[in-house]
């Protein structure tokens, strides 16, 4: 995997851990817990880091403000 890779999936995984921490607070622990199961789910991985890979494909570099791969929940 290269160090590329490795780094956009590591940025992908801080925000999904931002979402769940920001989002799930106040929610029962059984229903927050089947929310991140869901959400960390290895798929969600997959059109962030496509959009991601086009956006550079296409000239763009790093993340720019509105072009970050975002997480729909």
Known sequence: MSDVFAADRRSIENRLDEICDSCLTGIPTGVADAIRYGLKSPG??????????????AGGSGFRAGVRPELRV
């Open 44 to 57: 969600k991985r997959i059109r962030p880091l496509l959009l991601l890979f086009a956006y550079r494909a």
